[in-house]
């Protein structure tokens, strides 16, 4: 029989899709520049509804023999992309519209990467996984080289794409194991394999498709494209890079480790641990020798990658969802202080003209409403209370102290330690913002900043400081998000 | 040995008779040519007319139309299994499909519309 | 079930020699050209396995439409068509040797560790399984979302490379 095709649980994915499709046709069939970017702007808001809408039916629904699951955890991270989507078409807007770049065509990528997102927050087997993860990386392979005529955007789009296609390739062979050692692609049917006894070549299997998530989440030792890549692309692009399509791949990172791997601890545990410790070390210890923002920032993300991975790395020791939470609340965080350090490096270039850090000193005192923002965001991904990025480590290392084994604590005493060195260099920037005296040749009297780009950092440094004080609000959205529908 | 294999016992008789064939056709080629290699040879055969300079070998737009060939390929391969359970699948299916065909029918009235399907 | 080891052994000697021929060939155009055996191969020992549509499908996607954007896409470089040793080297012979003795013996010991001891039997129910209309109602009934989401992907992917290939 013909399944019972639940519209309901598909509208905020048919909604994206109708945009996209508006967006083309607005770009080909009229002249209008900016219809392209209204269109694709109302849309993202839009599939925001019947996000609303099945939030407040609060049902689960499970489609297709379980392959694709509407439930809170998939509402939440729904909710989570739509927004950073968002967030990163009010960045865009000024940028690509000065840049007389393709427009349509900008936009129609970032939606289709966009719905690859929200269809991975509800895909629950390795071939909806799967395809919804190459949906996200294919258009950014192209968004990353947008800068057609620019070396290093070309550069940056190259490497991106050698290597995902590289990590598309080894997670495909280690899922393709699985599958075959599980006969089912349903994370379901996976979980119940993995809980009985399994032979070597499962933990490799498991190996191979952790290796893969690793690059697109660029985990140290496998991060090594990220740099370049951010660096190169149109900083709008490195902006949802580093948060949406990063936490697409730790949503699926998340939903696989937890609804299909989870019982064969031993194969997957160290991997994470490993992966964790390397990416918060390495990336800490790179980023303190930037010169460039831009890939200061890159090397900070993949730190904080690193901080996302711990509780992953000691779920198997967590009673209840207390790290499964933290991964969420961490993700939900890191994208709003991310995206508004990336506003932040976006505004400061229009005036400074440049992504060097000594640009910026004295910038305080020539913008200081730019300066203070950009301060909120470094002073939160650093963790300092009261803003949000205290609560994000809180929870991590909540998950830390709720596993309470050696190699947990262990992990958590890595974790401090980079803690630490990371306050260095973000404290190190905003010093230069406040205490160093002006560059010459920084333009004072520049024109007003877009408003998208402002509107994107005004509602990220409110996100910041409510969540930092009340940190109660996406403490509630960790738990809904593991609550049985 | 079953029915399906002895149907593609056939189809291998048939690939290998071919690759006899060519052989045979090719080897009697190279026995009775006189051979001169020149660099000459290597050139692009482009329509008669000098190859474009630059940095490629071949016009960057003939990419574009191997493109296209790649994605309808991809959905041909996707049409076959809808075309055998027609039946069975009826109005639901050919919504399904009706969905797949338009977006990538999108995709063609794009580059037509960008004018990369014009050789101009 | 003699004829299908035979069958196998063929095939598999000449898609490891072809293979070999593709990393070894001084041109690149015959590297491609190597590189059309070995999925052909793959193909045919599809057939073994009685995934007849995979099969059909590998003909199509890979020999049909892979291997002609490689073709183009040396085109588009200006990689040496005619045999120029050197150019193609990158000098790793030895490491990429090693490696590939390591993954080699690593996957051998532990596939036969994991199936070592199991036959597939062959029957008809097998060889329906592998037919198109089996796949098709996979497709449409289980995999609708993946199916309507790669037709997206498809279209932002001819999007994308229409944007790096215009001229404008």
Redesign the interface.
């Known amino acids: 029989m013909n399944p019972h095709v639940d519209f309901h649980a598909f509208a905020p994915e048919i909604v994206l899709t109708v945009t996209i499709v508006a967006v083309l046709i607005a770009d080909l069939f009229t002249d209008d520049s900016k219809l392209p970017a209204r269109i694709a702007a109302l849309g993202v808001l839009g599939s925001l509804v019947p996000v609303l809408t099945l939030a407040v039916d609060g049902q689960t629904r499970s489609l297709f023999g379980g392959a694709f699951v509407v439930d809170p955890f998939s509402l939440v991270l729904t909710g989570f992309f739509l927004v950073a989507g968002y967030v990163t078409l009010l960045l865009s807007f000024d940028y690509i519209g000065e840049g007389d770049y393709y427009q349509g065509e900008f936009y129609v990528l970032l939606l289709t990467s966009l719905l690859g997102m929200i269809v991975i927050s509800s895909a629950r087997d390795l071939i909806s996984i799967f395809v919804a993860l190459e949906t996200i990386t294919i258009p950014t392979f192209v968004l990353a080289g947008w800068r057609k005529h620019d070396t290093k955007s070309n550069e940056a789009s190259l490497k991106y794409f050698l290597i995902g296609v590289l990590s598309s390739a080894v997670m495909l062979y280690g899922m393709s194991l699985v599958f075959g050692l599980a006969n089912s692609t349903v994370l379901v049917d996976i979980h119940k394999y993995a809980s009985g006894h399994t032979p070597a070549l499962f933990a490799v299997a498991v190996f191979l498709t952790l290796v893969g998530f690793a690059f697109k989440v660029s985990a140290v030792p496998f991060h090594f494209w990220a740099p370049d890549t951010y660096e190169g692309a149109p900083t709008p692009v490195t902006a949802f890079l580093s948060v949406a399509s990063k936490a697409g791949g730790f949503v699926a990172l998340l939903t696989i480790v937890r609804l299909g791997f989870f019982p064969s601890g031993n194969s997957w545990q160290p991997i994470l641990w490993v992966l964790a410790a390397a990416s918060m070390t390495l990336g800490n210890l790179a980023a303190l020798r930037q010169t460039n923002i831009v890939r200061m920032l890159a090397y900070s993300s993949i730190a904080q990658g690193g901080f996302i991975l711990v509780p992953l790395a000691v779920a198997g020791d967590v009673r209840g969802n207390a790290a499964w939470q933290a991964v969420v609340i961490y993700i939900l965080i890191y994208g709003a202080m991310n995206l508004g350090a990336f506003a932040a490096v976006i505004a400061a270039a229009r005036r400074t003209r440049s992504a060097e850090i000594s640009r910026l000193a004295g910038f305080g005192r020539t913008n200081p409403a730019i300066a203070v923002m950009f301060s909120v965001f470094l002073f939160s991904l650093a963790g300092i209370p009261p803003l949000a990025g205290w609560f994000a480590k809180f929870v991590m290392f909540r998950a830390v102290f709720d596993a309470n084994t050696t190699v947990a604590v262990v992990l958590g005493v890595i974790a401090a330690v980079n803690s630490v060195i990371a306050f260095f260099y973000y404290s190190g920037v905003v010093r230069r913002l406040w205490f160093d005296e002006p560059a010459a040749g920084v333009e004072l009297s520049s024109p007003r900043l877009p408003v998208g780009l402002s509107a994107a950092m005004g509602l990220m440094t409110a996100v910041i400081l409510v969540v930092g004080v009340y940190p109660q609000f996406f403490a509630r959205l960790g738990e809904i998000a593991f609550q049985r529908g | 040995?079953?029915e399906?294999?002895r149907q593609?016992l056939s189809v291998?008789v048939l690939i290998g008779a071919a690759a006899l064939m060519f052989g045979a056709m090719l080897g009697a080629g190279r026995l009775l040519r006189p051979n001169r290699p020149q660099?000459e040879k290597?050139i692009?055969y482009e329509a008669g007319s000098d190859p474009v300079g630059g940095?490629?070998?071949?016009n960057?737009?003939?990419?574009?139309y191997?493109?296209?060939?790649?994605?309808f390929?991809?959905?041909?391969?996707?049409i076959?299994?809808?075309a055998?359970?027609l039946k069975?699948?009826?109005v639901?299916?050919l919504i399904?499909m009706a969905?797949?065909i338009i977006?990538?029918t999108?995709?063609l009235?794009?580059?037509w519309?960008?004018g990369?399907l014009r050789w101009a | 079930m003699w004829e299908q080891q035979v069958a196998f052994w063929v095939l598999a000697v000449a898609m490891a020699a072809a293979a070999i021929g593709v990393v070894r060939s001084r041109n690149i155009v015959h590297a491609a050209l190597f590189l059309v055996v070995v999925l052909a191969g793959a193909a045919a020992q599809y057939i073994l396995l009685a995934a007849e549509f995979v099969a059909w499908v590998q003909v199509l996607i890979y020999i049909g439409a892979v291997v002609v954007l490689f073709l183009f896409g040396i085109m588009l470089t200006r990689a040496p068509m005619h045999d120029d040793a050197g150019a193609l080297d990158n000098d790793q012979r030895w490491g990429g040797l090693v490696v590939a003795l390591f993954v080699l013996g690593v996957l051998i010991a532990l596939l036969v560790n994991a199936f070592g001891g199991k036959k597939i039997h062959f029957s008809n129910a097998l060889v329906s399984l592998g037919r198109t209309s089996h796949v098709g109602t996979d497709i449409f009934r289980v995999f609708v979302v993946p199916f309507e989401v790669v037709s997206m992907l498809l279209l932002a992917a001819l999007v994308g490379a229409v944007v790096l290939a215009r001229k404008d």
């Open positions: 040995m079953t399906f294999y593609y291998a660099p290597f692009t940095w490629g070998q071949s960057v737009r003939y990419y574009v191997a493109l296209l060939f790649v994605m390929d991809v959905e041909a391969v996707f076959f299994p809808w055998v359970n069975s699948l009826g639901y299916g399904e969905v797949f977006v990538l999108l995709g009235v794009y580059a519309r960008k990369v």
